[in-house]
């Protein structure tokens, strides 16, 4: 089992900063993946941000390129996602996953956090 927990939500103005944690636990030697998905209410669930792991392979949704950047510290095995230039249509709640995969269809991921909210004011 893998516990994750997400935190760093909040409002923000247009153009304004977030960053996201997600701390993982349990049995994380069973990770190889992980990503951010994101759900605005009445939507499905969206890919944002793949990562591998170990080496730290990325891929982003074109719609965050240039604007938002993940990182993990393996030591800490907490992932992060930092989010500049934020739009209104960045507004959902966010969540972290982890998986056996490296894939931007969140049906291929197994653990997930509680999510957080970010709001974009315009």
């Known amino acids: 089992q893998v516990q994750l927990v997400e935190s760093g939500g909040g409002l923000v103005q247009t153009g304004g900063s977030l960053r996201l944690s997600c701390a993982a636990s349990?049995?994380?030697?069973?990770?190889?993946?992980m990503g951010w998905f994101r759900q605005a209410p009445g939507k499905e669930r969206e890919f944002v941000v793949r990562?591998?792991?170990?080496?730290?392979?990325?891929d982003y949704a074109d719609s965050v390129k240039g604007r938002f950047t993940i990182s993990r510290d393996n030591a800490k095995k907490t992932l992060y996602l930092q989010m500049n230039s934020l739009k209104p249509e960045d507004t959902a709640v966010y969540y972290c996953?982890?998986?056996?995969?490296?894939?931007?269809?969140?049906?291929?991921?197994?653990?997930w956090g509680q999510g957080t909210q970010v709001t974009v004011s315009s």
């Open positions: 990562i591998t792991w170990t080496v730290g392979i990325t």
């Open positions: 349990g049995r994380p030697s069973s990770i190889y993946h």
């Open positions: 996953a982890a998986g056996q995969y490296y894939s931007s269809d969140y049906i291929r991921y197994g653990y």
